[in-house]
């Protein structure tokens, strides 16, 4: 089994920064890929950025130039940096795992972000 905490959401004004965290510990098998999840109130959760353990990254069209996302393969540990952050940036950020050889993703708690106007 594979755990993930998240960490370093909170409260921010529009146009502040955030950087989360995500440790995923508890299993002996190597991390292929690691990704952030948002859902915004009443909404569905939406990809917002992955990162492959070779360095490929993925972001939402929505969060280009204002997000990025890193690995630290070492720490088994996924990072978002969040610059300029908007109003529609507010809900939970979850962060999720894929192990190599396995279809299945392993996800955190989730963390709040929210982003005051």
């Known amino acids: 089994q594979l755990q993930l905490v998240e960490s370093g959401g909170g409260l921010v004004q529009v146009g502040g920064s955030l950087r989360l965290s995500c440790v995923a510990s508890?299993?002996?098998?190597?991390?292929?890929?690691m990704g952030w999840h948002h859902r915004a109130p009443g909404k569905q959760r939406e990809s917002v950025a992955f990162?492959?353990?070779?360095?490929?990254?993925n972001y939402a069209d929505s969060v280009k130039g204002r997000f990025t996302i890193s690995m630290d393969n070492a720490k088994n540990t996924v990072y978002l940096q969040m610059n300029s952050l908007k109003p529609e940036d507010t809900g939970v950020y979850s962060c999720?795992?894929?192990?190599?050889?396995?279809?299945?993703?392993?996800w955190g708690q989730g963390t709040q972000v929210t982003v005051s106007s």
């Open positions: 999720y795992a894929h192990l190599y050889g396995s279809w299945r993703a392993y």
């Open positions: 508890g299993s002996d098998s190597s991390i292929n890929a």
């Open positions: 990162v492959t353990s070779d360095g490929s990254t």
